[in-house]
């Protein structure tokens, strides 16, 4: 089984700043997917970045940057220049190649960026 | 363009009384799931679809059923909600197999139990 941990329950970050996001997780799959996503209020679920066990370099996609250690079971995510609009809940997110076909979510980090 | 659309958005019922909520995709995905989300936790999965292969998770109540007439509709039905079952329900979508598709999310359901 896949075990996906978020220790920050709640971020602050200044506008313009680049925080870091941790996530770290478990599994005994060869291969996996590690996936970010951000809840704003609304509720949606938005995927930001993805990371494949096997990929040799980070993940990046325009402000979001993924700092992979598979040796350490982190995934933490980057994200740089912050905007007000990054302000919410950010969720590391796991698929195994056993059982591919579900997602596991770790409990959330709530970043909010002050102006 | 909205490609998993759920609803309703806010749906309130009453204690015992069953509830049935919505999900339709426009991807052609094969494989549907159902979250639940409480106040701050992370999602939890409740079941999902893999084309009409239904499979459940081992700690979904009973009170959860689930019905997939044909590959763009799913829904969720709870029998008789309790308290406990007040949450976002999130509906989503993914291509199946391969470690490196995403899911994609509707906007979620609302649930409050009165």
């Known amino acids: 089984a896949q075990k996906i941990t978020q220790t920050q329950p709640g971020m602050f970050v200044q506008e313009k700043e680049a925080v870091t996001l941790d996530c770290t997780y478990d599994?005994?799959?060869?291969?996996?997917?590690l996936f970010w996503y951000k809840q704003p209020s609304s509720g949606e679920m938005i995927f930001l970045i993805y990371?494949?066990?096997?990929?040799?370099q980070n993940a990046t996609e325009g402000r979001y940057s993924l700092n992979f250690q598979k040796a350490r079971k982190s995934a933490n995510l980057v994200i740089s220049a912050s905007q007000l609009g990054d302000s919410a809940m950010y969720f590391c997110?796991?698929?195994?190649?056993?059982?591919?076909?579900?997602?596991?979510f770790g409990s959330g980090t709530k970043l909010n960026v002050k102006p | 363009d909205a490609m998993v659309i759920q609803n309703p958005r806010y749906q309130v019922t009453q204690f015992g009384k069953p509830v049935t909520l919505s999900c339709s995709q426009t991807l052609n995905h094969n494989v549907m799931y159902w979250y639940q989300q409480k106040s701050s936790q992370a999602p939890k999965l409740l079941f999902h679809?893999?084309?009409?292969?239904?499979?459940n998770e081992a700690d979904t109540p009973d009170n959860f059923q689930s019905r997939r007439p044909n590959t763009s509709f799913c829904f969720l039905d709870i029998r008789s909600p309790g308290l406990g079952d007040a949450a976002m329900y999130l509906c989503?979508?993914?291509?199946?197999?391969?470690?490196?598709?995403?899911?994609?999310f509707g906007q979620g359901t609302r649930l409050t139990v009165v």
């Open positions: 990371q494949g066990s096997y990929d040799q």
């Open positions: 599994t005994s799959d060869p291969s996996y997917g």
């Open positions: 997110a796991m698929r195994g190649a056993v059982g591919f076909n579900k997602f596991y």
């Open positions: 989503a979508t993914s291509r199946p197999g391969g470690i490196s598709t995403e899911a994609f």
């Open positions: 679809y893999y084309d009409k292969d239904f499979n």
